[in-house]
């Protein structure tokens, strides 16, 4: 499976669509998934991007391939900085490969 993680943009073709973080976390806990693409900007007064990863990587969570297609710059980074400080701390595998670009690159 593919999840695509926006609150805004259209889904990519092949993708299952979670408009929330708490329905992409739900996703991956559920299902095998093969590639994760994140927004971190998902609405006022929603949970972001971050919050996501920090669930994920509490939680030791996996998806073979993360994308963060997010344009909010700052916040892209913190979420990359969040999970290379997980596989670090072997909070979730090493194995992952995590990226920046758009999810349509995949």
Known sequence: MKVFMD???????????????DEAIKLVRENNVEVLSLDYNMGIRQKNGLEFVKEFCQEGLYAKKIVIHSNDIFGAAKMMEAFQKAQENNQISKDIVVTRGQSYWI
Request: net charge neutral; hydrophobic share 40%; glycine share 6%.
């Open 7 to 21: 609150d805004t943009r259209p889904v990519d073709y092949g993708f299952v669509l979670a408009r929330t973080v």
